[in-house]
Structures are given as C-alpha cells and as structure tokens.
C-alpha cells in the first residue's frame, strides 16, 4: 500500500506539472482563438488545483482559506469546459457579466467552507451538488453541440469539421472517466477496502495522465483544429417555425428553387471549398434566412449536404471521364479539402470508394 501512495505522489505531480507547463503554453500561444485557449487553460489550471489533493492534502490542513478555496473550486471546472465549447463553437463568442452566474455555487460554498471548517454534513451536500452539478454541464455541454451541428450543416460547406468530434469525444471521454470518480466517493463514504481505494486513485491518475498527453498532442498536430460558427445563427428547429418563416418573409417556391439550381450548375459556386451560406446568399442576391428556408425546406436538405451533392457529381463525371487524373487531384478541384471527408461524402452518396467507382464505370 505504501508503494501505491508513492507512486500516486508521483503521478499527481506528474500531472499537475503537465497541466501548468499545457496551461502557460495555451495563455502564451498566438491564435485566432484566444479566448477558448484561456478559457482551455483555465479549466487545466482548476484541475492542477484539484490534483494536487492527491499529494499536498496535509498542506492544505495548515492553511483553512486555502483548503476551502481548494474543495469549492472544483465547483469551476465544469463551467469553464461549458464556456470553453461555446467559445470554440461560435467565432464571435464573447464574455458577459451573464456569466459571472456560472460561479455562483463556488462562491455559496467557498464562504460555507470559509467561515467554518468542512463538516461530514457539509462535505456530502458538497459532494451531491458537485455530482449534480457535473451531469447538468454535461447534458448542457452535448446540448449546445447539437444545436452547433445543426448550424453547421445548414450553414457551412466544409466537410472537414473536427471543432464537432474533438469536442463530442472529450465530453464522451469526461463522462466515462467520471465514473472512477462515483466509485472513489462510494468507496470513501463506505469506508472500506483501502486496497481497492487505492487502485481506483491510480486508475484516475493514469487517465488524467492520459488525457494531458492526448490534450498536447492534439495541440501539436492540430494547430488549427477549431471552426467557429457565428453565436446569431439559429437552427431552423420545426415544421411550424419554417411554415412562419416561410410566411413572414413570403419566400419563392419552386421558381426559386429552379433559378437556385440554374445558378448552381452554371456559376459553379461549390468549387469554394470554404462556401458558406451567407457567401451564396450574397452571389445569389438573396437574404441568408429565405437561401436557408428554400434550402431546407423546398428543397429539403441541409446547405452541407445540397453543395456536397454537386461536388460528387462533378467528381464522378471526373472519375468516368479523367483517367490521367488521380483521386486526389479530383477531390480538390470540386471543392473538398481533405481527403477522409471526400471518401466519407462519395461513399454516403454512391456506397462506393472513388476508386471502385472509377472501376465500375470505366
């Protein structure tokens, strides 16, 4: 037992070290996307705080505003991951004093843990409120997700959208490492297996350990990782609302759809790799919202996959017909920019790769 604890010593300094060293890098690192690499950095910084329980928990006894500003501050960390996805969801995310709000339930028990020392019965209403409190960002966190990929899709042609699965596996990554963390607490308020406790702090340090190494590596590798969308796009969200749209603004039906069509085939505008639907809006001469309704609703399919359906036409004609020209020649001159999100696009459409597709066909 006594070698676990020294080896756990050892892992939580190991981790905290990282996460300062990640932290400094992201709060010094120039990008477009600053905010979400503080607000990153933040969340690391709270998490090094909460780790280092795992080897100065003696420290923290001699000094109570400390120790008490240690136990509450985990009551941050979920709130600055919130704001880290908003920030790298939408481009032109700002923070407001709206936000102070999410610190709310630090302060509540940080001024609780100030003026007397933490109680068993403090602790567990703590400890129940942490819990809930987790699972609330959580669902909140996939929420704002979902509604930042229906945007997407229905604003943006770009397949190669990571902003979505790095954030989507990190969540799913948290609420599966959490789980070790439901067993440490039931373990603690039980009281036994000392042993088992100490497997499962090893555990939780060998994740944490993990995902530090995943976080930098995916800074290295992926510089330019985060696609924000605008905060003002709203989903078209039901039936009744693109009725109302679609009223209010007295969108054009099928003549518009025709004229779309026309312009589409002629002018080539799918050939951008970076179009957006407020630059088609702007080639087409028509407001943003009624390009948006016709799209989705004359014409019934996301603005990511109506472009999409041109590029694959383009390239199946190029498939048949271009035999000196490689798949990956091909990708590029119809308007994709990598190559994952070409094959996944010409697979959905035709269940074939390009190359079987060129096979078949020539």
Request: charged share 20%; aromatic share 16%; glycine share 2%.
């Amino acid at each position: 037992m006594e070698k676990n604890i020294d080896l756990i010593n050892s892992l939580g300094k190991l981790i905290v070290f990282l996460m300062l060293l990640f932290s400094v890098f992201l709060f010094t690192v120039k990008s477009n996307k600053r905010l979400a690499n503080q607000l990153f950095a933040l969340f690391l910084l709270l998490t090094a705080f909460d780790f280092t329980g795992f080897f100065m928990s003696n420290i923290w006894e001699d000094y109570p505003t400390l120790k008490a500003l240690k136990i509450s501050s985990s009551l941050l960390q979920m709130p600055a991951f919130y704001l880290y996805v908003l920030a790298t969801c939408y481009s032109d995310f700002k923070l407001k004093p709206k936000h102070l709000l999410h610190t709310l339930l630090f302060v509540f028990y940080f001024l609780i843990f100030k003026i007397d020392a933490p109680s068993d019965r403090s602790f567990l209403s703590f400890t129940i409120v942490g819990e809930i409190q987790y699972y609330a960002y959580i669902i909140l966190i996939f929420l704002s997700l979902q509604k930042y990929k229906t945007v997407y899709l229905e604003n943006y042609s770009n397949t190669d959208n990571r902003t979505y699965k790095w954030l989507f596996q990190i969540t799913l990554f948290f609420c599966f490492a959490h789980l070790f963390v439901l067993i440490k607490l039931g373990l603690l308020y039980v009281g036994k297996d000392q042993n088992l406790l100490q497997n499962i702090y090893l555990v939780i340090s060998t994740i944490a350990l993990f995902t530090i190494c995943w976080f930098v590596l995916k800074a290295l590798y992926n510089p330019q990782l985060f696609t924000g969308v605008t905060i003002a796009l709203e989903p078209i969200e039901s039936a009744h609302e693109k009725a109302k749209i679609k009223a209010d603004k007295k969108v054009v039906h099928h003549e518009s759809a025709l004229a779309l069509t026309s312009y589409m085939e002629n002018e080539k505008p799918y050939l951008d790799f970076d179009l957006t639907l407020q630059k088609l809006a702007t080639k087409v001469e028509m407001p943003e919202k009624e390009l948006s309704v016709l799209i989705n609703q004359t014409i019934g399919k996301h603005f990511f996959d109506f472009i999409n359906e041109y590029r694959i036409e383009d390239a199946k004609m190029l498939l048949r017909n271009q035999p000196q020209l490689t798949v990956l020649e091909i990708l590029y001159q119809v308007g994709f920019n990598s190559k994952s999100s070409f094959y996944t696009a010409f697979k959905k459409e035709t269940e074939l790769t390009p190359s079987d597709y060129r096979k078949s066909n020539t």
